[in-house]
């Protein structure tokens, strides 16, 4: 079976893309096991993008909550302000590998097509990202970024206007013109390979936090905490630690204005089992299988679904998956603020926000680990929208 | 009754037609059927819509965008099809075509089960690869629908092992991208249907681009015949409910150009 957790993932494409995923997967796994592409790989994350990233004790959000140890893991600190480089640069590396000259992404908030974007200027290929229109508008500042990047976006109206047809879009572009173009899709989603190989390049995130907290905190930590949208910094986070039975495995799901409202992306809490975009796994839908048009405050997590790989860990219990409202995010984003100084993504803010709820019951001898998946200049002006503040420009 | 019917459908070059179900009416969707009929079509493939449509161009995207907002729902359309066999005299074959969700929804036999009462004789999942497709095949074949295989000019060496498992016919993909016409098919589908007439004997239909007589007299000269969609729901977003003569006029001529 191909790329299967469980019951979940597959490859549900067009007859057009088979091809090209197949030779994807083939093209993987011999660079996997090339130590000159590992040792390449590796050199761009630390010199290019920064790794490793900080494990962060953060001493005033530890007090101010009066439990366990709380230790942010900086994806915020990453060059472009995310961990989205960690999966583009490894995916990138990978096209040029295969001989692709131009790649094309979806983004949702905007960080992965910086990311991608930023890759695609670095290694000298020609980039092109869809971006729904809605997400377009959320999010100004990071369109023009691409644009000085030398990237060209492309606006898409159709559906919701959110990052589902933004994926939609670019599956369609891929299929219209596979044979120079890799599609660098941003998440652990999509059909096999995409799945295990972007789980395999933001691992980096859990293999750095899990020597950092040995390191500073002297055992395991009791959780670790990230959002969830198709889930690739909590896949990234929670891999290595996922035979390590006594930490518990959080993900954060965007609830946007609550489970019980039909305005909300939580994947998990609301969706059932279903197919779409190239994998079997939970999608938010209504009683005759079409795909629900969900929300949240985060574009990021503004998506229907969740990466099989989640929806496995959840089969199977050993993660757990809450849903976390837009009030609440924007609380916390608020709060980590005030408290650290950090300003978070209103994505990773997700998962402070949780922890406020769950670190209190714990003992102070113990620790969590949230994932800052990124930093949150590029939200501050919907924020304050949020809060009732026009801001100019 | 659906492998015989399918069968019968290829014994000259077929002119195969697709409109989406309840586009933008079902009452419009069921006159379309009868008209569809009348003006040739050897067979007619008839759209679930589903809310996204990855495989299709914007002709389709914005009919099933359509059809949805009228209400319609697989149930719906499983009864238009149980009523224009029973009450309108149509005797194509007729197709499904759909996304994969909405099945998987219904559950694979009670929905393969319930096509194939209401006279469905095949099922087309293009987000469905021959790699996937074991787990409908065991639903399909209790029911005695065909479930059609898809192969695109990136086939390349897998084509010939999707067409040894092929039924009913192949749906062979003329060119890369979406649905929707092109004015132009450079693709050279003789060595792909060569590959497939070595494998098996299955009939080969051609879709996605095919708009003019020329373009389909040139196909079905290479193949069993054409499939005709985006040009087909063009009308029918032009007129509406009004689409009936441009739709014979149409189908008419392109099904006179394979004869």
């Known amino acids: 079976m191909n790329g299967r957790f ?38 761009l994350l630390r010199d290019y993008a920064g790794r490793p990233s900080r494990l962060y004790y953060a001493a005033r959000l530890t007090a101010a909550l ?63 990202v869809f971006m729904g229109c809605e997400d377009i508008e959320r999010q100004a500042l990071n369109v023009y970024r691409m644009e000085l990047l030398g990237a060209q976006v492309h606006p898409v109206t159709s559906g919701t206007g959110t990052l589902k047809d933004a994926v939609n879009e670019t599956m369609r572009e891929w299929t219209r013109r596979v044979a120079d173009t890799h599609y660098v899709l941003g998440s652990v989603m999509g059909p096999h390979p995409f799945p295990t190989m972007v789980r395999d390049f933001q691992a980096v995130i859990g293999r750095e936090a899990r020597v950092q907290i040995l390191e500073q905190a002297g055992r395991l930590p009791a959780a670790v905490i990230a959002c969830v949208g198709g889930g690739s910094n909590a896949m990234g986070l929670f891999y290595p630690f996922v035979d390590d039975p006594t930490v518990a495995l959080i993900g954060c799901e965007a609830a946007g204005a609550g489970v019980e409202t039909p305005r909300t992306a939580a994947t998990i ?106 930093r949150g200049d590029k939200d501050v002006a919907a924020i304050a929208r949020y809060r009732g503040r026009e801001m100019e420009g | 009754m659906g492998t015989e019917r399918l069968r019968q459908a290829f014994t000259n070059k077929a002119f195969i037609a697709f409109i989406t179900g309840g586009d933008p009416s079902l009452e419009a969707t069921r006159r379309y059927i009868g008209v569809l009929q009348r003006a040739g079509a050897a067979l007619i493939e008839i759209g679930i819509p589903f809310s996204d449509p990855i495989a299709e161009g914007e002709v389709i995207q914005t009919a099933s965008a359509r059809a949805l ?71 399909a074949t209790r029911a005695g629908v065909a479930l059609i295989s898809m192969v695109a000019p990136t086939s390349l060496a897998r084509t010939r092992q999707i067409a040894r498992d092929a039924q009913g016919f192949i749906y062979l993909v003329s060119s890369l991208g979406v649905t929707g016409v092109r004015s132009e098919i450079t693709t050279d589908i003789a060595p792909i249907v060569a590959a497939i007439r070595a494998e098996t004997e299955v009939p080969v239909a051609v879709g996605f681009g095919i708009s003019t007589p020329a373009q389909a007299r040139a196909m079905a000269a290479q193949a069993d015949g054409v499939i005709v969609g985006s040009a087909i729901v063009r009308l029918i977003a032009e007129h509406g409910e009004a689409a009936d003569d441009a739709i014979a006029a149409f189908v008419g001529e392109l099904a006179g150009a394979l004869r």
């Open chain 1, 6 to 43: 469980g019951i979940h993932g597959g490859q549900y494409i067009p007859e057009t893309l088979m091809n090209a995923v197949t030779e994807l997967a083939a093209a993987y796994a011999a660079a996997q096991a090339d130590p000159g592409f590992t040792a390449e790989l590796d050199a």
């Open chain 1, 66 to 128: 009066g439990g366990a140890q709380v230790f942010l893991k900086r994806e915020d600190l990453n060059h472009t302000g995310s961990h989205k480089i960690n999966n583009v640069l490894g995916q990138t590396l990978l096209a040029q590998r295969m001989g692709k000259t131009r790649v094309i992404a979806e983004t949702g908030a905007g960080q992965h097509g910086v990311a991608t974007a930023t890759a695609a200027a670095l290694l000298g290929l020609d980039c092109e």
């Open chain 1, 269 to 374: 809490a609301t969706g059932a089992l279903g197919v779409f975009h190239g994998m079997k796994s939970y999608f938010c839908q209504d009683d005759v299988g079409q795909i629900a048009p969900v929300y949240s405050i985060s574009a990021g997590l503004d998506y229907p679904g969740i990466g099989p790989e989640h929806a496995f860990l959840h089969d199977t219990g050993r993660a757990t998956y809450v849903p976390v409202t837009d009030d609440a995010a924007v609380d916390a984003f608020e709060f980590l603020a005030r408290t650290e100084g950090i300003i978070p993504a209103i994505e990773s803010a997700h998962a402070v926000a949780y922890a406020r709820e769950y670190v209190p019951a714990l003992s102070p001898d113990e620790s969590v680990i949230i994932c800052l998946s990124g």
């Open chain 2, 69 to 139: 907002a009228a209400g319609t729902t697989p149930t719906r359309l499983l009864e238009l099809v149980e009523t224009v066999r029973r009450e309108d005299g149509i005797t194509v074959p007729l197709a499904f075509m759909t996304y994969l969700n909405p099945v998987f929804h219904a559950g694979y036999d009670a929905f393969l089960g319930a096509a194939a009462r209401a006279g469905v004789d095949a099922l087309i999942i293009p987000d469905l690869p021959y790699e996937e497709h074991g787990e409908l095949r065991g639903a």
